[in-house]
Every structure is written in C-alpha cells, then in structure tokens.
C-alpha cells in the first residue's frame, strides 16, 4: 500500500515532469530539423549517446531566444487584453466544493476571431512578418516556453501554499505531488482567472496559430496540397467550436476538477503547443496529395465528429440548465437525479442523463474527438509515426481519463452512478469499449 502510494505521488510524477519537457523539445526539434523522422531522431541520439543528444539540442535554446520572447510576449499580452478589454456577458462557472463560484467573461468567440483577423492582417497583408513566423522560430519557441512554464508553475505552488485566491486549496506536503497535481482549483492572478487564460486563451489559440503558420510555410516550400488544407481546416474547425462553446469548457473536468500544477498547466501551455500540432508540423515536409474527392470524403467524416462531440457536450449541459425540461433527440430525456453530499455536509443534486449521445455510452464524445484527430492526421498517409503520435497519445489519454471519470462520479454519486453504469453499459464505443 506504502509502496503503491509512493509510486502515484512521487516516483510517476517526477518520471513524467523529467520526462515530458525533453520530450516536447525533441518533437519539435525532429519535426522541423528532421522532418518528422523518428528514426533520424534515434540514430543522432545514439551516435551522440542519450543525454549529451538531448543537451545538444536543447541548450541552445534552453532559455529561449530574443525573438521567442518577443513572439511570447506579444501572444500573451494580446490575449490577457483580450479577455479583460472585450466585451462579453458574465459566466458563472460551477460552483466548487467549498461553495466558491468562479466568473469569468464570456468573450471567446470575438477573441477568437480578433486574433485570426490579426494574424492575417499584420503577416499576410502588410507583411509585417512572415506568416510562417512561428515554424521559422518553433524550436526556440518551445525552449522558451518549457522554462517560462516550469517556472511558473512553481510560482503557482508558492501562490496555493501562502497567497490563496479561494479554500479550493490543497496542500498535501509532498512538495513533488504538489507541484505536479497544483495547490489552487481556481487561482487568479491581478483579477485574471489563471486556468482561464492558459489553457483557453494561450494553449488553445497558441494551436491555432501555430497550425497556420504551418500550412504558410508549406505554401512557401511547396505549395499547399489538399492534405494540408483538410488537416488545418479541421483543426480550424475543432478549435473555433471550442470557442464558440468556451464556457462549457468552464464545466470540464479541466477546469472543474484539475487543480493549476504542472500537468494543466505545463500541459495546456507547452504540451498543447508541442504536440497538438504535430501532424501538420509533418505536413510541412511531406506534401502528400490525396485527391480532392479522398480529402473530402475525410474531411467530412472529420467534421461531424467533431460536431457530435461538440453536441454531445451540450446536451448534457442544457439538460442540467433546464433541469430535465428539454428534448433530447426529439424525446424527453431519460435522467436519473443523482444525489450527492459536497465538503461541507449539504445534500445536493445532480442530473445525470441517460439519453442521447449520454445513452449511446458514458463518454462517446471521446468517440467524436479520437475520430475527429484521425481525420486531420490521415494526409500524412501513414508515411511514419510521428504524425499519429497525437492521436495515440488522446486515445490512451482518454481511455485513462474515462476511468479516472468513472471512480470519481461513483465516489460522488455511489449507487446514482451504479444505477446509470447499469443503463449504459459502454464507456466510449458501443461494441468495442
Ligand atoms: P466530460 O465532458 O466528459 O465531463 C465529465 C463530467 O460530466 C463528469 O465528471 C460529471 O461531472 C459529468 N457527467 C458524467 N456523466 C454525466 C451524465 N450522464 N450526465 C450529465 N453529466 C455527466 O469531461 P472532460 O473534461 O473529460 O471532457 C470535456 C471535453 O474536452 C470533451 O469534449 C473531451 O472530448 C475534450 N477533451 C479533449 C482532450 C484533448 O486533449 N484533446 C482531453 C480531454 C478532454 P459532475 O461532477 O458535474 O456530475
């Protein structure tokens, strides 16, 4: 039990948080320097032995680089501005365990088309920089971010341990534990909701942009091919219903659950912008043609995913909105009232939807999102690995993250969640898991 316990809270996380930084570098580095070659990528480390490779290719920009901070800085400022300047309704966010209720401003969407509009405007129309800025400086890019972040990340351990912005705090003492897992739910930094902006505002629009450089540097090698132009397309499209529909992402596990240490926060700020981009980094380099009935026929299958994912998000939450006095899918839903009793002893309830994409299986709109990733990865034509390594990193990640999921709603709502895992049997996949 001892041993069990040491290994959650010390020996995995402090593998991962050595792990994972180095990681991001070397997919960064081998998708520009490499092209995508994993097997370039493990020659150079083992002519160079493992960890002077690793040193050689991340020291030169270990601190990042001037024009890294410049293209950091100026993102960052943009969009701390952005969430403070533009208007938009107040959102309450759920409320916590220990009756604090977050609120935030609901303007994702014009922030969300301000910064595509800016984009555009400063580097494709007057040229101010090249659109293929952020692959020029990509590298560089992720250096600086993996120090900035690791840093403040331990800035927000401090902040959880003596300045708490709310009592969602958690301090176990186990100072690795609590750097990995975060101290604060809801930390707020000078009136800005920390979470708010780094995993919406940075990570989030950080992909999108990232993306389009991409797809503008290809155009600059080789011209754009219709593998390229589904991929980001779709992206496009998953990233901009994220912020059509941002304040449901204020109801996720992310926000509701995840407390601000390294893995949301090192997470949405390095990994998201690291990873995430992945496939079209590959693309960058290998300008595969797939015909434009193919390209459409993916695409297609690609966007509805994404859209059932999107819905099925929704229909739980206008479920819970309305308390149960919606129609789902043409009929009133079928929902089981779950109580539950939160930190301070009140009863409390919940409304868990047992129709719908909720009565398909417990989480199919992980379903909707595995597919959706797959689509924009198909251009790369399974010429290699590296452009699939995202979506079977999401698809391990979820497959966790609906057990994680599954043993915290039966915590909370024991036999209510019994009586629902009996309604529907199927975690993601109807057949298959
Ligand atoms: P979910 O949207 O799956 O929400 C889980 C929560 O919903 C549960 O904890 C529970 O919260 C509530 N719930 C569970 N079952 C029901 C039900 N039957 N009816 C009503 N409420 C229910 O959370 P996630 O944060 O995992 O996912 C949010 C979105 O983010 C998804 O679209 C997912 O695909 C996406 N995602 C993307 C990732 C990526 O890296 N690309 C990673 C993770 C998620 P409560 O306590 O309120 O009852």
Known sequence: ??????????????????????????????????????????????????????????????????????????????????????????????????GFIPVYKANGRASFFLTVALYWLFSFKLKWFSPAILYDHFVEIIGALNFTVLVFCLVLYFKGRFFPSSNDTVVTGNFIYDYWRGTELYPSVCGWNVKHFTNSRFGMMAWLLIIISFAAKQDELHGITDGMFISLALQVWYISQFFWWETGYFRTMDIQHDRAGFIIIWGTMVWVPAIYTSPSLYLVHHPLTLGWVPAGIIFIIGAFSILAKNLSNRQRLRVRETNGNTAVWGKPPRII???????????????????????????????????GALCWSIPALFSGFYPYFYVTYLTILLVHRVNRDDRKCSLKYGIYWDEYRKLVPWKILPGVY
């Open 337 to 371: 009232r779950a109580k539950y009793v939160n930190s301070k002893g009140e009863q409390k309830e919940n409304i868990l939807l047992a129709s719908g994409y909720w009565g398909v299986a417990r989480h199919f709109h992980y379903a909707g999102e595995i597919l």
């Open 1 to 98: 039990m001892r041993i069990g316990a040491q290994l959650k809270h010390t020996v995995i996380p402090l593998s991962l948080m050595l792990l994972c930084p180095p990681f991001a570098m070397l997919m960064a580095y081998t998708g520009t320097q490499l092209h995508g070659s994993f097997a370039g990528l493990l020659s150079f480390l083992k002519e160079e032995g493992f960890l002077k490779g690793v040193w050689h290719i991340w020291s030169p920009v270990f601190f990042g680089t001037k024009s890294a901070w410049l293209i950091i800085g100026t993102f960052a400022l943009t969009q701390l501005l952005f969430i403070k300047l533009l208007r938009g309704p107040r959102n309450e966010g759920p409320e916590t365990a220990t």
